[in-house]
């Protein structure tokens, strides 16, 4: 058990007009690594933001609500994992100031840095698409991307009798793209083991034109659509949903990019919210026009404020938003970052890796690996495009512990990756 950090709140202390050498703006998954790296190669004091209780294994979400894991699995207290000599303040951040190295807090505090790391994730709107948030969690509505909602959605797939299941995808950016098409296979082989399949009409509904963004994992996630019977749906976006009714709205897009809507009927619906850098973040001065934070995309360096850093899924990086990459963008943010401390030129590179282990079945996962520019990069000998149980157990047993154990701790564990190319990809 790491030791219990300092806590600053409005019961126990203020913050008013304290400065700190470096400021981490977010507590979650990117947060924490950082944190946890930087304890010991730095002197100096070091914060983390962060109004939350708990921290959240999110790749669980998905094994939680196919049955798998229970949600107690994937959560533990924030308080027992802030390292040692870094202290929390536990409230949310407003806003950023960064000509004059301030970040405001919600109730009006001010905090000073020598450096800045801005790593508060993704926000999921949920009020985006219409009626959502009357309905989810009832009425066959569910959802693995909160998780407090994830168990429901394995109630919806082990109670399913007879009837309409869809599962959507919205356009991008969203937290690890496969995981939309991951709960589909999982409700589809569940029905098949449970002897249900036959009484089940499936559909995937993405707003993109394609299954999976790296080309050559396409073929096996269309075989694996095809051999679960589930119908494929490009260019359909949910608008809105009748829980009630059990009647989802989409935004189909054609050809000629003409649009038109197309109400379905369900039973059982799996929605993926639309996701956007947080509102604090959007419009502010180290924000670039879409509300990420603007840092180049190998260094993670912010391009106009050097003493600005950022990782994970609120950085402009054209990467992939999982957990795979903010790893490999932790010890690259830290490196250039003690660099700068010593007024020196960091030269520690991020190449936009990243992982999504994409699980086709109980027991068999794609593990798709790639950086920037589509390239597949295996860290394993074995062809990745190939459903395999080994990957099933990287993903159900492995994973966490890195999680856990190896990342929040601070140790900086690279596997390794090499590009390989495919004479027969498509």
Known sequence: MLDQPQVTNGLTGQALGRSFDILIIGGGSAGLTVAAMLRGKVKGSIAI????????????????????????????????????????????AA?????????????????????????????LDWGKIEGLTETIGKNGVCSNYRGDLAAYTWECIKSFKSGKMI?????????????????????????????KRA????????????????????????????????????KTNLKAIDGKA???????????????????????????????????LKGSPIANAAGFVDVDQHSMQHLKYKNVFSLGDAASTPNS??????????????????????????????????????????????????????????????????????SWWLKKDFLPFLYWQVMLRGIDLDIGHRERVFADAA
């Open 246 to 280: 059990k009647k989802a709205i989409f935004t189909v897009t054609a050809a000629d990019d003409t649009t038109s809507e197309v109400v379905r009927d369900f039973d059982m619906i799996h929605v993926t919210p639309p996701q956007s850098a947080p509102d604090f």
């Open 167 to 195: 599962f959507t995808q919205p356009p991008m950016p969203i937290k690890c793209p496969g995981a939309p098409q991951k709960i589909a296979y999982l409700a589809a082989d569940h029905l098949r083991l449970t002897g």
């Open 321 to 390: 938003k999982t957990l795979a990459a903010l790893r490999l963008q932790a010890p690259v943010v830290v490196r250039n970052l003690v660099a700068a401390m010593k007024s020196e030129v960091g030269t520690a590179s991020y190449d936009g890796y990243g992982s999504c282990p994409l699980t086709t079945d109980y027991g068999r996962i794609v593990l798709a690996e790639f950086i920037y520019g589509g390239k597949v990069t295996p860290s394993f000998p074995l062809d990745p495009r190939v459903p395999r149980y080994s």
């Open 49 to 92: 933001v962060d109004p939350t209780d708990t921290n959240a294994y999110q790749p669980g979400w998905t094994m939680v609500g196919a049955g798998v894991f229970n949600l107690a699995q994937t959560i533990k207290p924030e308080a027992a994992l802030i390292p040692k000599g870094v202290e929390w303040i536990k409230k949310p």
């Open 95 to 123: 806003s950023f100031d960064p000509d004059h190295n301030r970040v405001a807090l919600a109730d009006g505090t001010q905090l000073g840095y020598r450096f800045l790391i801005v790593c508060p994730g993704l926000q």
């Open 199 to 234: 009484a089940a009409e499936i559909a995937f509904c993405t707003a993109l034109p394609t299954l999976f963004g790296v080309v050559p994992f396409v073929p096996p996630l269309k075989a694996a659509m095809k051999r679960h019977g589930i119908e494929e749906n490009y």
